[in-house]
């Protein structure tokens, strides 16, 4: 290959467990890359040493302010800047959007390199459907803003995934239980790793399992969507619509039902119609 990358931003996704997980376009980058921006460089350091790898390190993480960006945009009109998380692939729940988004503004190349994602490794193993999936991140830490984020999503018909640490794990999924129901769920521990491990079952069953025995490692949860609903039968929309219609019009009446019972707005009208009428 040349012995220099073209000046820019490269996304450069790293393993999550096993080393050897790393693709060989994303080794030779970090290689040849004349800056390496790096969450923990500590962490880092570990990776390139493995790669042999000897290019400059910085911090860029949550924390990093606008002068820094500043500066970095800069260096990427004349430098090839790799952009790396702990694990995984770099802005997944991890910094690095607004520096993207910067480098676009400004017209500069950015490249990105494919590679190892806890998101969709997890989904590969957890045997829930695939085909929608919704990524929540970590869930908040206080119970009542934890709450009010599962209820937002709780109609939402994709699987969720989600991060949690050990510690609040058995708790997390206690509120995943209470907030979208029982459904099927899994708990993936220490994807590539040698301790690699998944455990399939019911959200309230798993969170009974993990309530005092915390789990050790990085963790991903996932969730199976909420149950397909049983249409509701005429009898349930002529009590629903026959209530409404006490103190509402025919089309708010009809909107209304229509919401709560998960059917057709042009069903529940036409069906208030007919009850207006006297049928």
Do not use: W
Request: contains cysteine; hydrophobic residues 50%; neutral net charge.
């Amino acid at each position: 290959m040349d012995q220099f990358l073209p000046p820019g931003l490269y996304i450069v996704a790293t393993p999550i467990g096993n080393l050897g997980d790393i693709s060989a376009r994303a080794a030779d980058t970090l290689r040849r890359a004349d800056l390496i921006l790096a969450e923990d460089k500590r962490v880092t350091a570990k990776l390139l040493a493995h790669l042999g790898a000897t290019a400059p390190m910085m911090a860029y993480h949550d924390h990093s302010d606008e002068a820094l960006r500043s500066r970095l945009i800069a260096d990427l009109a004349t430098k090839a800047v790799a952009l790396v998380s702990d694990a995984g692939t770099p802005l997944i729940s991890d910094p690095g959007y607004k520096l993207v988004r910067a480098a676009r503004t400004m017209g500069l190349a950015v490249f990105t390199l494919p590679g190892p994602s806890a998101v969709i490794a997890a989904l590969t193993l957890c045997g829930l459907p695939t085909d929608r999936f919704l990524f929540l991140g970590f869930l908040p830490a206080k119970a009542k803003a934890r709450a009010d984020a599962i209820a937002e999503i709780a109609a939402v018909r994709a699987t969720l995934v989600l991060y949690e640490s050990g510690p609040r794990l058995g708790e997390s999924l206690a509120a995943l239980a209470a907030g979208l129901g029982d459904r099927p769920a899994a708990v993936i521990r220490e994807i590539s790793k040698l301790h690699e491990e998944t455990v399939s079952g019911m959200l309230a069953g798993l969170a009974e399992k993990y309530r005092d025995a915390p789990p050790k490692g990085e963790i991903v949860i996932t969730v199976g969507p909420p149950p397909e609903r049983v249409a509701a039968s005429d009898a349930e929309l002529d009590a629903a619509l026959g209530a409404a219609l006490v103190s509402m019009s025919p089309s708010r009446a009809a909107a209304d039902v229509a919401a709560s019972l998960g059917i057709p707005r042009k069903r529940a009208y036409a069906r208030a119609l007919e009850l207006g009428r006297g049928d």
